[in-house]
Every structure is written in C-alpha cells, then in structure tokens.
C-alpha cells in the first residue's frame, strides 16, 4: 500500500508558485541550494507512487517557511491560493519572490518580499540575507506595477516611422521583459531582412537568364516557406513573449531554416569568386549572407540562454537531457525486491530495456504484476490505466509521451499520483531503476521540469530536425519545378514531387506521436459536435449509438497500429520515400539527404521509440 515516508530534516524552504512560472522557480531553486538554502519544489521532491496533495501539505506544514513566487498567474492559482490560506492559518513566515509586479492579496499586507523582476543576482543575496534573519515586517509593499523607464531617443530613433518609433518605445521603454528578449526580437527581424537581401542580391547577380528565373523562383518559394512564415514568428513573439505563451520549438525552426536558406547565397557568390562560368559573384549579398550566419547562431545561444529560460515558461523553453548523477545510488543487492512491468504490446522494446536496467540494479524480476513488490506501469498514447489498484500496491507510474497523449485523464486512478517522467529515453532508464529503493530522491536525481514543449528522446530530436530541413528545402525546389513546367503541363513527375513532400510531413507527424495521429483525433472532434448538437443527432441517428461508434473508431485504430506503424514498416515508409524522391528528382545527389533518413532511423533511441507490432 503506498504510504508516505518521512519528510526531509528541516529547515527547508517550500516554493510555491503557478506552473506559469515553473521555469524560474527551476532556475531560482538551483541558484538557493548553491548558496547552501534548502528548498522543498512539487517536480523536484515528491515521491513518485503517492498521492502528491497528501504530500504537498506535508511540504508546506514542515517547511521553515514559504517562499511565494509572486505573479499575475500565480495570483489567480486556486492551488496556490489554498498553500496560503493553510501557510496563513499555521502561522508560517511568508516571504514574496517578486517574478512580475502585480496586485497581491490582501492576507500579504506587511508580509516580508524581495524583488527579482529586474536583478536575478542580486535578489538571490538580498534573500539569503533576508533569510538569515528573524521574521519581520515590511511596511513599504511590493511593487504593484512596472514602473516605465525613459526611452532613450536618438537620431534614429526619430528618423524611423511611427510605427517603428512605437515599437521601440513598447520594448526598450517599459522595465518587464529581460534585455535577452528585447534583443531578440530586434535580431531576429534583423537576420530575416539581411538574409533575404542577400538571396535577392544573389538571383541579381547571375548571368544566365535560366538560372537567373530559376533563382528567382526559389526566392519566391523560400518567401512563402521561410522569410513570411519567420518573420510571422518573430511578431507573434512580440506579443506573446508578455505573456509567455510563444513557442521555443517554433522560434528555434525558424532560426534554423534561415540559416539552411541563407547558405544558398552564401555558396554562389563562393562559386563566382571562385571563377565559376555565369556566376557573377556579389560581394554586398556574400557579405550579408555571412553576417547572417553567425547571427542566427547567436539568436539560438540567447534562446537557450538563462535569462531566457527563467522568463519563458512551460511552453517557450527548449531542455536538452543530462545524465543523472548516480555515484552516490548504485547498490548492487536489493535483497528480495521484486520488480514487475506493466506495458502495452507496443511499448514491449521499452519495456526489455527497463526490465536489464532494473536486473543489473540488483532487484528481482518477476512477469506476475501480483507477486511484485514494485509496480511499474508504462503510460503512452497505448495504455493509460493500471491493473493494480495504487492503493493496494507501490506503483510507479511511468510517462514515455506526452501528457496530453494520454487520455480520459478525469477518469485516471493515476491523476493523483505523482508519476516519473521517462520521455528522454534512455538516459533516464539506469536511474530509475538505481532509484527505486531511494523514491524520495528520484525525481531530483532526474531533474526533470513539467515543460509543455513536446519532450522527445535526442535521437528522435535530431531525425525530425533533418527531418524539418529535408521537408522545407523540397517543399521549396518541388515547388519550382511545378512553376517552371506550369506552363507546358504539368508531368508525373510533378505529382509525384508533391506526393513526396506530403509523404515525409505525414511521416514526422507519426514519428512524433508514434501513431497515425488523424485518425483518433479527427473522429473523437466529429463525435463530440454529433453527440453533443442535437441537430447533429437527428441528420446522424445512428450517432447516438455511443458504443456502435467508439468500437469502430477502437478498432481502426487497432488496424492501422497491426499494420503500419511498427518499426519494420515505418523503416519501410521511409525506404519508398528516399526512393520516390531519387525517381522524382531524376538525381542520387539531390536524393542525398532524404537517403539519411533511413540509416539515422537504426539507432537504438529511435528503435525504441516507434511502437513494436502489436499482438
């Protein structure tokens, strides 16, 4: 039966805050432990296997106090308004970690705080000597609101349109957002401008009328696949950055694919000085083109940087995996611990690599779910439920995808048991196994922070950004080749180039949710509006027969994961690919690098991760 352990030795600081914030309190619980405070944070310290309200009480009751990060957000968080009222009601010291000026409750009139909308640094050593003293009262309030800084105006300043004019006054005169973001933005629409400049300059510069209109289709087709969509991105990012609702996964495609366009340039103009026949080359673009490269460089080193990663929030953050530290976990005897796996069919390569890393950990195996003393229970978008009841058995809920994956989340006897989070793969494996006999330090020996952006294991990260490349360098030239041949009519290879292009998107969509995602998702959207509109029940009677549609729509699910989406047959979708593309484009070179696919898709992370054959 799952029972709570003992709570760590005091004192310790308990973190509350809003998932809103949950980079920054990531960052700023780190920064506290290097200067010797202990804190208490839910993703870092819960116990897997338990309830995590019985434990998130615990947290605060045994705290030496609370640090409340202070937000609109969190401001208008019915949890962490509850972790008030109980720190309130107990008496516990409160201090506000001021991470956006806003307007506090009223229960934290008086109530010590300390600033971090501006100096990070800073804050974390007036706190630690906040800390260090006895309780007490702060007549000034916190700041309520941003308080405007003077927009420094300069020739250029006054020479730019009103609009431009404004943009710089909403993003250099207000004091909210890191200079790493107002950087950003401004860099972003730099390199878009200085790249497409340079690839027009380019197309201008060649002598030969053909390959003078070919270019040019290539700069029109890399307007409407690249510089519309980037520079789209980068003024969303204005508004959304506010709020922190942009999306890091998009911004850094857009950062990439300027760099994959901007090489196009960059090689002609190399080409033309080189001596090559009908090349003329241009030192204006090959100069931009090469100041726009290590530009878009250093526009990914800011949005992965830590200034960045405090402000973006669950969606704007891009993590990449480290290996857990276990020199101090490794035990060889576990005695007689028994280990069981529960897993759906597709799991099952998952599921072996497991079962060896718990074996050479030193626990016990066993296949009976009932014998074992310890319950791990696989969850992905094949299996959402356990067989044992949580309340009658130590299970371990284990998380290979997405959350949002897993479905009927209301109904889920694992909703209020805190799980593990396994979706960078192998690299987590060997310390859950090591860390089964010590769960009150799993989850920080993991460090793994509840991010919204789609986590996939590095292998699989790597095959879709080629994967991202490959589709919009041949959305780009199949594009072309369907303008160039418009005119006399369009060939077989043509459609076929079109296929190609919409054959490899469909195969990044399956490799990302390892199943035919259109399906279920388009079906479940058509059942809600039939059952729910009662005009839609009387057009489609037999739609209110629940059971009739859920069958069918289970079963065809159930087809599509016998017959195409096990590793065998997805390895096969992308041979046809590479050998769709080499026929259409008529060349092994330009068939090159959709030839890597097939190849790169034989490591062992992305062997793991595509469902095994279901039985």
């Known amino acids: 039966m799952n029972s709570s352990t003992d709570p760590q030795p005091t004192p310790y600081y308990f973190i509350s805050y809003s998932r809103q914030e949950v980079t920054f309190v990531d960052s700023f619980a780190r920064e506290l432990e290097k200067h010797g405070i202990r804190t208490w944070v839910d993703f870092r310290n819960l116990i897997p296997g338990h309830k995590w309200q019985d434990q998130l009480d615990k947290g605060v009751n045994n705290s030496a106090a609370i640090l409340l990060v202070i937000s609109k957000a969190s401001m208008k968080s019915r949890p962490v308004m509850d972790e008030l009222s109980k720190s309130v009601d107990s008496g516990k010291r409160i201090v506000m970690i001021i991470f956006e000026p806003c307007f506090v409750d009223r229960r934290l009139k008086e109530r010590e705080w300390v600033d971090f909308s501006r100096d990070f640094d800073g804050a974390i050593l007036q706190l630690k000597s906040l800390l260090a003293q006895p309780e007490g009262k702060m007549l000034a309030g916190p700041p309520q609101k941003y308080v405007r800084e003077k927009a420094k105006l300069s020739l250029l300043t006054i020479l730019l349109t009103p609009l431009g004019h404004l943009i710089l006054r909403i993003m250099f005169g207000s004091g909210y957002l890191p200079k790493e973001t107002k950087r950003f933005f401004f860099l972003s629409m730099l390199a878009t401008g200085l790249s497409f400049v340079a690839t027009a300059g380019t197309s201008i510069s060649i002598e030969n009328e053909i390959a003078t209109n070919l270019l040019n289709i290539v700069l029109g087709a890399a307007v409407i696949f690249v510089y519309i969509p980037a520079a789209w991105g980068f003024l969303q990012f204005l508004v959304r950055i506010r709020f922190r609702t942009h999306n890091a996964e998009k911004l850094r495609n857009a950062i990439f694919s300027l760099f994959g366009i901007t090489l196009l340039p960059l090689l002609i103009n190399i080409g033309g000085f080189l001596g090559i026949p009908g090349v003329k080359g241009d030192g204006f673009a090959f100069w931009l083109a090469l100041i726009t490269l290590p530009l878009c460089y250093y526009l990914y080193r800011i949005l992965t940087s830590d200034a960045f990663y405090r402000w973006a929030g669950p969606n704007g953050v891009l993590i990449a995996p480290t290996r857990p530290d276990l020199t101090k976990h490794l035990n060889a005897d576990q005695g007689d611990t028994r280990v069981a796996i529960e897993f759906a069919p597709q799991d099952r390569a998952y599921a072996r690599e497991l079962k060896d890393s718990v074996m050479q950990a030193g626990f016990k195996y066993t296949d009976n779910v009932q014998e074992a003393n310890i319950v791990l229970t696989l969850l992905s978008a094949y299996q959402n439920r356990s067989k044992c009841d949580p309340e009658n058995k130590y299970v ?77 360098y041949s959305a780009i030239f199949t594009l072309v080749q369907v303008l160039v041949n418009f005119d006399t009519g369009l060939r077989i290879d043509d459609y076929l180039a079109v296929l190609c292009v919409a054959g490899m998107y469909l195969f990044r969509r399956i490799l990302v949710k390892r199943r035919f995602w259109l399906v279920k998702k388009r079906m479940q959207i058509f059942y809600r509006t039939a059952i729910s509109d009662p005009l839609m029940s009387k057009i489609i009677p037999f739609m209110e027969k629940r059971k009739m549609f859920l069958g069918f729509e289970d079963k065809l699910n159930d087809r599509l994961g016998r017959i195409g989406l096990s590793f065998p047959w997805v390895l096969g979708f992308a041979l046809v690919l590479a050998l769709l593309a080499t026929f259409t484009w008529g060349d092994w070179m330009f068939a090159l690098p959709v030839w890597l696919i097939p190849p790169m898709m034989l490591f062992k992370e992305i062997r793991l991760w595509l469902p095994a054959k279901a039985k």
């Open 396 to 472: 371990f809920p284990i998380l290979l995808q997405s959350s949002r994956d897993i479905e009927d989340g209301d109904k889920n006897e694992f909703t209020q048991i805190q799980w593990i989070d396994l979706r960078f793969g192998k690299t987590s494996m060997n310390a859950v196994a090591h860390l089964l006999d010590e769960p009150d330090n799993l989850l920080r020996v993991l460090g793994m922070v509840p991010i919204r952006t789609p986590i996939l294991p590095n292998g699989v990260s790597r095959l879709i950004g080629v994967l991202s490349f490959i589709i919009t």
